[in-house]
């Protein structure tokens, strides 16, 4: 599997972002984890990839 790029980082944690004010946290919360699953299964931990899904999702990586 290729890694994700920031950019597809930020555009899917955008849709977290999105769906956490227009349907709740936990609708957020899910595709935020769902986003966190891509990445590891893709190798995408470094600090950069972390601190991009955190700034687009508004969750913590560490949740």
Not at 5 to 18: M, P, Q, S, V, Y
Not at 23 to 45: F, P, S
């Amino acid at each position: 599997m290729a890694r994700l790029t920031e950019e597809e980082i930020r555009t899917a944690g955008k849709a977290a972002h999105d769906a956490y004010y227009e349907d709740g946290y936990w609708t957020g919360r899910e595709i935020a984890d769902q986003l966190k699953g891509e990445m590891v299964r893709n190798g995408n931990t470094s600090s950069d990839d972390k601190y991009a899904f955190q700034e687009s999702t508004s969750y913590s990586w560490d949740d």
